[in-house]
C-alpha cells in the first residue's frame, strides 16, 4: 500500500522526522488523505481545510502540494477530526472524518479518540496495529460545495509602514497593524 509517494513504512518514517513522533492523528490522517484524494477526479487543482489543528495538518502537508506556507491548506481551529479537499476555483469536493459511529468494532481507536482513558493506560501498539487494520473503514466521506467567499484567494493588497512599529502590513487592517491594535501573541520585555 502507497501514502502518496511513500509506501507504509517510508510513510510513518516521514511522519516522525516532520512531526516528531508518530502520533496515531496522523497515521489515520494519512487514510483520510488517501481517501480524499482517490474521492476527487484525476488531475485537479486542489486546496484543504483541515479543522483541527492537531497532528492532521502534518499529514495533509506530508501527502499532498497543500501547505500552511504556499496558502492552500487553510487550519480552522474547530475541534473536528476532519479534512477537507476541494477543487481550487469551484470548491466542490470532498470531506472525511473520523466517524465515532464506526470505532465500534476499534475498541483501542475508540478509547483513544473519544480519551476514555488516560494515554498512560493506552496499549500504544495495539491502537497502531488497529489503525492500520482499520485503514479507511473508520471514516466517514461527504461531498460537499466549498463556500465562495473561502474558494477565492484573498490578497495581501496595497501595504503600507505602521504609524507605531514602523514594519509594513497590509492596509486592509486599518490605521495600524495587527499587533499594534493588540493582537500581538506576545509583549516586547525591555532590558
Same mark, same amino acid.
Given at each position: ?5 511513500? *509506501? ?6 516521514? %511522519? ?5 513522533? %508518530?502520533?496515531? /492523528?496522523?497515521?489515520?490522517? /494519512? ?11 484525476? &488531475? ?26 504556499? /496558502? $492552500? %491548506? ?7 477530526? =476532519? ?9 466542490? /469536493?470532498?470531506?472525511?472524518?473520523? &466517524? ?11 478509547? $483513544? ?61 486599518? &490605521? *495600524? ?6 493582537? =500581538? ?7
Amino acid at each position: 500500500m502507497k501514502k502518496g509517494l511513500y *509506501s507504509r513504512e517510508e510513510y510513518l518514517q516521514q %511522519l516522525k522526522s516532520f512531526h516528531g513522533s %508518530l502520533a496515531p /492523528g496522523l497515521i489515520i490522517g /494519512g487514510f483520510m488523505v488517501e481517501l480524499a484524494v482517490k474521492s476527487l477526479p484525476e &488531475d485537479i487543482l486542489f486546496d484543504a481545510i483541515c479543522e483541527t489543528p492537531a497532528c492532521l495538518p502534518d499529514a495533509i502537508q506530508l501527502l499532498t502540494p497543500c501547505t500552511v506556507g504556499n /496558502g $492552500w %491548506l487553510t487550519v480552522l481551529n474547530f475541534g473536528r477530526f =476532519a479534512i477537507t479537499l476541494y477543487e481550487k476555483y469551484h470548491g466542490e /469536493g470532498v470531506r472525511v472524518y473520523l &466517524d465515532p459511529v464506526k470505532l465500534e468494532h476499534y475498541p483501542e481507536i475508540k478509547s $483513544w479518540y473519544l480519551k476514555l482513558k488516560p494515554k498512560s493506560e493506552q496499549n500504544f501498539q495495539l491502537l497502531i496495529e488497529q489503525i492500520q487494520a482499520a485503514e479507511d473503514r473508520i471514516l466517514g466521506l461527504q461531498h460537499l460545495k466549498v463556500l465562495p467567499e473561502l474558494v477565492r484567494r484573498k490578497r495581501i493588497g496595497p501595504v503600507a509602514t505602521c504609524p507605531q512599529c514602523h514594519e509594513c502590513y497590509p492596509l486592509r487592517d486599518g &490605521d *495600524s497593524c495587527l499587533a499594534c491594535q493588540g493582537a =500581538a501573541p506576545y509583549r516586547e520585555l525591555r532590558n
